[in-house]
């Protein structure tokens, strides 16, 4: 065998949650892998550089009134300690080989990877492969935008050491609601274009109204029914966006900066799967049977790039379900995958779990449906921290929690609580009659319960 050719019993592509949980795990019970990831500034994936570390590493510093300028500095402090930690964890085990380089299938086998400068490519062959490469932000085509120096992705922004005076956000979906809400704490002028004539048409409408006016009163100005027409640089460091309201009249707005907030797509074109017979779904996602299994069946996809949920916990979860296949574990398939949680991470957060009222509805499901006030909670009321509202959905025939929606402080440790019962087949009662620590959040389960 040449050099610069190589045989790994384990290729893993992208050095995310999963990809690189799954080397550690593999190296350690004696299989040889290797580890590809294109960027040295994504070891440990996006999770960690571009996407939830920093992001709340600089809502947690705007809460805290530090400067952006000092706050910036600190994210990418902490940034760098875990990449570099990350990559340490996995360059410190013997059976384990990081490759910094851009991997293109050659065959159903073998790859290529694509070195800095001058340095040979390498060809690797493997026995199973892993796909982990993840997404990027999906970029409209809207006239202008593509040429403008204005115009940033979540990614590209959090490189921005300077605050934007005023930003223009492109989207009002959850990223670019968190991103709404840190960049105002920190002293931006925030508006946000969403191109849906209703704010948060999939959640419950009193809770879109709730978000919506806790958003507002920070100064968040949210346009919705905006029809984007045109993006243009103008002089003395502006940008302009136009867009027809829902009058259809023409509006022109600017800032210093517009943020694309309009979702992900795949991060999938420099792979050629084709040439290793694999295939996509309508969406470009790499095609997955329940044991996240390629059409190849010795290649798996880990984590974004196989079109499930976008959260980092989803890619570890695929982690256990390969785990267990190769090393005969009970959990395999996502079928076996229980309710699974989510939060936004504005102020307050709001975090969710199960089914929406209008959703049970419409399944026939005969539901009870309480409220509560996060004013009502004393924890919330120490914290000065009252805006908000708790919501859940019981099913009246068998006291199930089917669904919750947690808008209030602390909602992303407090919604873990009810996904546990859930996922336990717990009766609402259960939350109800616990006996929590005091002063906390989660003894609104309490109150909140109590109302059914």
Not at 77 to 84: E, N
Not at 286 to 315: C, M, R
Not at 391 to 415: F, P, Q
Request: aromatic share 8%; hydrophobic share 40%; glycine share 8%.
């Amino acid at each position: 065998m040449k050099t610069n050719e190589h045989h790994y019993q384990n290729l893993i592509i992208g050095f995310g949650k999963g990809g690189k949980t799954l080397a550690a795990y593999l190296a350690k019970q004696g299989e040889k892998v290797a580890i590809v990831e294109k960027s040295e500034m994504m070891y440990g994936g996006s999770c960690i550089n571009i996407a939830c570390i920093p992001t709340k590493s600089l809502i947690v510093n705007a809460e805290k009134k530090i400067p952006y300028a000092k706050a910036f500095q600190a994210k990418n402090d902490l940034t760098a300690f875990l990449r570099a930690k990350n990559f340490e964890k996995l360059d410190g085990l013997d059976l384990a080989t990081v490759i910094t380089g851009e991997a293109t299938f050659v065959s159903a086998h073998q790859i290529k990877v694509k070195q800095r400068g001058n340095t040979p490519d390498l060809t690797i062959t493997a026995d199973r492969i892993f796909i982990n490469t993840g997404s990027l932000p999906a970029i409209p085509e809207i006239p202008g935008l593509a040429s403008s120096k204005k115009v940033f992705t979540s990614t590209s922004l959090l490189d921005q050491a300077g605050l934007p005076d005023k930003l223009i956000i492109i989207g009002a979906g959850f990223i670019g609601l968190e991103f709404a809400d840190m960049y105002a704490k920190f002293g931006a002028e925030v508006i946000v274009l969403n191109n849906s004539k209703e704010f948060l048409p999939k959640e419950d409408k009193d809770i879109a109204d709730e978000m919506y006016e806790i958003l507002s009163a920070k100064g968040i100005q949210i346009i919705s029914g905006a029809q984007i027409t045109q993006v243009s640089d103008q002089q003395n460091n502006q940008v302009q966006v136009s867009y027809r309201n829902v009058e259809n009249k023409l509006v022109q707005i600017n800032a210093n900066a517009i943020l694309l907030a309009t979702g992900r797509k795949p991060n999938i074109d420099h792979l050629d799967v084709d040439a290793a017979g694999v295939k996509l779904d309508k969406k470009g996602y790499v095609l997955v049977d329940e044991n996240l299994k390629t059409s190849q069946p010795h290649i798996w996809a880990i984590g974004d790039i196989n079109g499930g949920p976008q959260f980092t916990y989803i890619s570890l979860d695929d982690f256990r379900i390969i785990r267990g296949q190769l090393f005969g574990g009970d959990y395999t398939s996502t079928s076996q995958r229980k309710q699974v949680a989510f939060s936004v991470f504005t102020s307050p957060p709001m975090s969710h779990i199960g089914l929406r009222e209008e959703e049970a509805i419409e399944k026939g499901y005969q539901i009870k449906v309480v409220k509560l006030a996060a004013a009502s909670i004393p924890r919330a009321r120490i914290l000065n921290e009252t805006q908000g509202l708790l919501k859940t959905i019981v099913d009246e025939k068998t006291n199930k929690i089917i669904g919750c929606t947690l808008l209030c402080v602390d909602s992303s440790e407090m919604i873990n609580t009810v996904q546990l019962a859930m996922n336990a087949d717990l009766d609402y009662q259960v939350l109800r009659d616990t006996i929590y620590t005091h002063p906390s959040m989660t003894e609104a389960f309490n109150d909140l319960y109590a109302l059914i």
